[in-house]
């Protein structure tokens, strides 16, 4: 699976962003998508992640304003980013769980994915 993330840019805050990521490979429709995101100087962490039937997982830290969702026919993840703050500014990565089943928990943990994007970064201006 090759995955291609795109729709990074500058906001200001409370300003919105839709992150999408382009995937080839057959996988893509069995596979658990998630979006990872990482800070300057910081770790990378979980945002959100969604499975074949749209079951997600959030990070608590997101507090409502992110929306994910998936398009099985278009091989595309989406990440909707509402209410940006300063804080939100990272390199958001896209990453895909190729091996999951039906009843696969959403991990939020980087080495449960196999495969990753190249990341888009993400700035929101105070």
């Known amino acids: 699976v090759q995955l291609q993330a795109s729709g990074g840019g500058l906001v200001q805050t409370g300003g919105s962003l839709r992150l999408a990521c382009a995937a080839s490979?057959?996988?893509?429709?069995?596979?658990?998508m998630a979006w990872f995101r990482q800070a300057p100087g910081k770790e990378r962490h979980f945002v959100a992640g969604i499975a074949r039937n749209s079951r997600s997982s959030y990070a608590d830290s997101i507090n409502g304003r992110f929306t994910i969702s998936r398009d099985n026919d278009k091989y595309t993840v989406y990440l909707q980013m509402n209410s940006l703050k300063p804080e939100d500014t990272a390199v958001y990565y896209c990453a895909a769980y190729s091996r999951a089943i039906l009843i696969s928990p959403i991990y939020d943990t980087e080495e449960d994915y196999d495969y990753w994007g190249q990341g888009t970064l993400v700035t929101v201006s105070s």
């Open positions: 490979g057959r996988t893509f429709s069995r596979s658990i």
